[in-house]
C-alpha cells in the first residue's frame, strides 16, 4: 500500500531554518514527481515547491523564493523541504504528494500525506 508521511514540523520563532521529511513506502520515488503544498489556516491548500522525477525544480509560492528549497534522495526514498528564514505567515499545514507524471503540476496528485503542522510564532 503506498503512503507518504511527512515528519519534521513543530513550533519554531521567526528567522529559524526546519527541514521537514517525506518518507514514502509502497512504491518507488525516484519514479514520481514529488510536490510540497500547504494551507494556512483559513485559506486554501498550494503549491510551494515541486521536483521532477529528473531533477527539475519548480517553485509555485513565490513568498518561499529565495528561503525554501526542495530535494530528494531516491536511495532514502525520501524528499524534503528545507524552509529558512521562517516568517509567521509560513505558519500552514505542509503536505507531500507524490505524481507519476514527469513534469511539475499541481493537480492529479496520485498520493498525498496526512501532513505536518508548522507554526511559526514567537
Known amino acids: 500500500q503506498a503512503q507518504l508521511v511527512e515528519s519534521g514540523g513543530g513550533l519554531v520563532q521567526p528567522g529559524v531554518s526546519l527541514r521537514l521529511s517525506c518518507a514514502a513506502s509502497?512504491?518507488?520515488?525516484?519514479?514520481?514527481?514529488m510536490s510540497w503544498f500547504r494551507q494556512a489556516p483559513g485559506k486554501e491548500r498550494e503549491g510551494v515547491l515541486c521536483?521532477?522525477?529528473?531533477?527539475?525544480?519548480?517553485t509555485y509560492a513565490d513568498s518561499v523564493k529565495g528561503r525554501f528549497t526542495i530535494s530528494r534522495d531516491n536511495a532514502k526514498n525520501t524528499v524534503y523541504l528545507q524552509m529558512n528564514s521562517l516568517k509567521p505567515e509560513d505558519t500552514a499545514v505542509y503536505y507531500c504528494?507524490?505524481?507519476?507524471?514527469?513534469?511539475?503540476?499541481?493537480?492529479?496528485?496520485?498520493?498525498w500525506g496526512k501532513g505536518t503542522l508548522v507554526t511559526v510564532s514567537s
Open positions: 504528494a507524490a505524481d507519476s507524471y514527469s513534469i511539475c503540476k499541481k493537480w492529479g496528485m496520485d498520493y
Open positions: 509502497g512504491f518507488t520515488l525516484n519514479y514520481y514527481t
Open positions: 521536483i521532477s522525477s529528473s531533477g527539475g525544480i519548480s
